[in-house]
T-cell receptor, first 114, second 113 residues
């Protein structure tokens, strides 16, 4: 049971570089999310998607972009990396976006921008 | 004011004791509340959620909700060293701009032998 799979697990970027964090889920969930977690902080929502072709901004979308061409995949694109984007990124999915929906998280991608 | 507030801890309890983790929220429109456990270097995993006033029990865990006081708590009975982790409280809010799940910063729990 793969669940939510994120790649890469670790990455070091130089300032100004770009990269894509991959996220795939095999649970046929409609809802997918990208969060970032800074040390000692809670999870901040970057972008989310309620289905293929539909995405929307969360609390901290600046510097990021997403796409959702299939139900399974929800990649996060970082353009022009900055030190402020050093963080741990979690992709999550849920079967519904309602008030009782459990989030299933990937293992996280630790990104350092130098 | 933060939407979901938690004491960062660490909260230290002896093995076998009851650990009490607290969370307050500011938006009275919050519909439901989640407790996630996060081990160091790992991803969060759901322990339980609650949306009605009162208590909800699941094994050694009890979630308590008091909407009048805007207060949520998680009790862990017979605490074990394996319970040592950070516990994240999250509130689900229906807003005009869409649904939102807001996380607190988490409380670190240490269960000592």
């Amino acid at each position: 049971n793969a669940g939510v799979t994120q790649t890469p697990k670790f990455r070091i970027l130089k300032i100004g570089q770009s990269m894509t964090l991959q996220c795939a889920q095999d649970m046929n969930h409609n809802y997918m999310y990208w969060y970032r977690q800074d040390p000692g902080m809670g999870l901040k929502l970057i972008y989310y998607s309620v289905g293929a072709g539909i995405t929307d901004k969360g609390e901290v979308p600046n510097g990021y972009n997403v796409s959702r061409s299939t139900t399974e995949d929800f990649p996060l694109r970082l353009e022009l990396a900055a030190p402020s984007q050093t963080s741990v990124y979690f992709c999550a999915s849920s079967s519904g976006g309602g008030p009782t929906g459990e989030l299933f998280f990937g293992e996280g991608s630790r990104l350092t921008v130098l | 004011q933060k939407e979901v507030e938690q004491n960062s801890g660490p909260l230290s309890v002896p093995e076998g004791a009851i650990a009490s983790l607290n969370c307050t929220y500011s938006d009275r429109g919050s519909q439901s509340f989640f407790w996630y456990r996060q081990y160091s270097g790992k991803s969060p995993e759901l322990i339980m959620f609650i949306y009605s006033n009162g208590d909800k029990e699941d094994g050694r865990f009890t979630a308590q909700l008091n909407k009048a006081s805007q207060y949520v708590s998680l009790l862990i009975r017979d605490s074990q060293p394996s319970d040592s982790a950070t516990y994240l409280c999250a509130a689900y809010i229906l807003t005009g701009g869409g649904n939102k799940l807001t996380f607190g910063t988490g409380t670190q729990l240490k269960v000592e032998l």
